[in-house]
């Protein structure tokens, strides 16, 4: 862990883009709330295959417009090196500077994986056709991508992503502290010298959790998932009990020197404001 400790904390949070017009109110109040943590960006997500391409342009515009510094997410997956190009220009256009990017998954039914396949050929993209305007931060998995050959070979695909011109990772949310720690030191050992930020999913309703988690590989360890189902329907305790734990795991990071925290806030300020209170963090 002694190579992240040279970089400086930052937080940061993630959204969606809202389908709604009351959606849109709702994530501008969210929005708000969250500034007062500082966070050093809001990022916002990018739908399977593309099919959010104008929400997220629409809300990082929205959120640049309001003051904030906001990073959109670009997958590759089915897309042509011309819209990619096309999508950078349009954001370098607004003053974008931080990119979040990924390979994405391809929506049932799609057919064409188009130019670029994976992460690392979108951050090779991204390098070659603007330079270093952009900071590019990449996803990190400490408890591997479910779709990985092996661990080995996770990351060293994870590596050709830094070499191509990463800045940054931002992992996969994790409950098992012990992975992200052996992941800095694969990093250690792999001579990769960038912050990678642990993604922090707050815990407020089990049945959403369990489905994303089963979806994207993130493991719910056994005593975490029996303490939750125990409570039924009782949200208040789900929440009452996801705040203790994730507060810890959040705590054990920092003390470790993460250099930060990315929360995903499925656009909501309360759970992520819950937290940072329980760590004193945005004071
Ligand atoms: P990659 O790094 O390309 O890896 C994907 C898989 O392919 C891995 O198993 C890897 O080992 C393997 N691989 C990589 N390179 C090679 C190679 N050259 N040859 C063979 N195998 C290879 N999804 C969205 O659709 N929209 C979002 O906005 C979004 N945001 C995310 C934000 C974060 C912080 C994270 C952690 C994930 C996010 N995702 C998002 C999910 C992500 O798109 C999926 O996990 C996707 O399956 C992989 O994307 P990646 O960029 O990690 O891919």
Request: with cysteine.
């Amino acid at each position: 862990m002694q190579s992240q400790k040279r970089f400086t904390p930052t937080f940061s949070c993630e959204f969606f883009p809202p389908k709604t017009d009351q959606g849109k109110e709702k994530l501008n109040a969210t929005r708000d709330a969250l500034a007062r943590i500082q966070p050093a960006y809001f990022s916002v997500t990018y739908g399977a295959g593309g099919s959010t391409q104008q929400g997220t342009y629409e809300t990082i515009h929205g959120l640049l417009k309001a003051g904030y510094d906001a990073a959109p997410h670009l997958s590759c997956i089915g897309a042509s090196r011309e819209q990619i190009g096309e999508l950078l220009e349009g954001y370098r256009a607004i003053g974008v500077r931080r990119i979040v990017a990924l390979r994405g998954d391809m929506p049932s039914g799609m057919r064409d994986a188009g130019d670029l396949h994976y992460a690392n050929e979108l951050v090779a993209f991204i390098r070659e056709y603007t330079g270093d305007h952009f900071q590019i931060e990449v996803a990190a998995y400490p408890e591997f991508h479910p779709q990985a050959r092996s661990a080995a070979a996770d990351l060293e695909h994870f590596r050709r992503k830094v070499v191509a011109g990463a800045n940054a990772a931002i992992t996969q949310y994790f409950y098992n502290a012990d992975a992200y720690f052996r992941f800095i030191d694969d990093c250690e050992r792999m001579q990769l010298d960038l912050p990678v930020i642990p993604g922090i999913m707050p815990i407020t309703n089990f049945a959403q959790l369990a489905r994303f988690s089963d979806a994207c590989g993130a493991e719910i360890p056994r005593w975490l998932r029996l303490r939750l189902e125990s409570y039924g329907d009782d949200l208040e305790s789900i929440r009452a009990y996801g705040l203790e734990v994730v507060t810890d795991l959040c705590r054990r990071l920092l003390e470790a020197g993460a250099p930060g925290l990315h929360f995903y806030t499925m656009n909501q300020a309360g759970p992520t404001l819950a937290l940072c209170d329980a760590l004193g963090i945005g004071g």
